[in-house]
């Protein structure tokens, strides 16, 4: 009875297992590449299975008969909702895709020396950690500043020193 459905979600199971290890594969294999931290890594695959867990239980959706029309109006009032929702907090999306703009092609690493060109003042300071959200730096004062990634992606940045 629902047998062309059940062997539909278990390949598409399969496949989703499959296309999970090769983005592992490949984020490890670029971060090695690119000298990113295990941390970094560890980051970028968490937001990957979540993107590819969420393409999965479409593609579900569609094997079990859900119309598209339908679907799509399903996905429409829910992006409204969070649109609405996350209106005040647009800055928190926009650092998440700083923060992987950053991972892929930011041409800074942790460790770098780095000399912010801004209007008002320069910061130098070397990077210690890119998270998600935000970049922390330590100045040579010891001082620790946190800049959020869409920020930071926005100012001028001069690598003085790479570390090897």
Known sequence: MYIPQLIASAIALVLLYLCKYIAVHLVNKYGQLLQKSVLRRQQMKQMLSVLLNVLFVFILA??????????????????????????????????????????????????????????????????ENIRTFYTHIRTEEGEVIVIPNNLFLQKMVSIKKREP
């Open 62 to 127: 569609i094997i079990w008969g859900v119309e598209p029309h339908n679907l799509l109006i399903s996905l429409s009032s829910i992006f409204a909702v969070i649109g609405v929702a996350m209106f005040a907090q647009w800055s928190l999306l926009s650092n998440i895709t700083a923060g992987i703009v950053m991972y892929f092609s930011a041409p800074f690493r942790i460790g770098d020396h780095i000399r912010m060109l801004d209007k008002d003042f320069m910061i130098e300071a070397v990077i």
